[in-house]
């Protein structure tokens, strides 16, 4: 291939049609990912509010047997002044 000085030089342009269009996929794959992330948090904040609930429960559950055991040392008390 002989380049002609006298020629004037043309830019290389990429013609639009021939590119591929990969916006369109990066922008799908990210949309998914976002879905994903949001409903992963969706679920473990249900899972998180579950946790708190059960400690809580257990808390009470903790509290109700001092508070039985405290009644079981009254009675016995009792018992042994009268």
Do not use: C, W
């Not at 020629?7 to 990912?33: H, M, N, S, W, Y």
Request: positive net charge; proline residues 5%.
């Amino acid at each position: 291939m002989r380049i002609d000085p006298n020629q004037p030089v043309k830019p290389f342009v990429e013609d639009a049609d021939k590119r591929p269009r990969t916006g369109g996929v990066i922008f799908a794959l990210v949309a998914i990912a976002l879905m994903l992330a949001i409903g992963f948090f969706y679920l473990t904040e249900h899972r998180r509010n579950d946790r708190r609930a059960d400690a809580v429960t257990g808390a009470a559950q903790s509290v109700d047997d001092a508070a039985r055991v405290m009644e079981e040392g009254a009675r016995n008390a009792a018992d042994r002044l009268r």
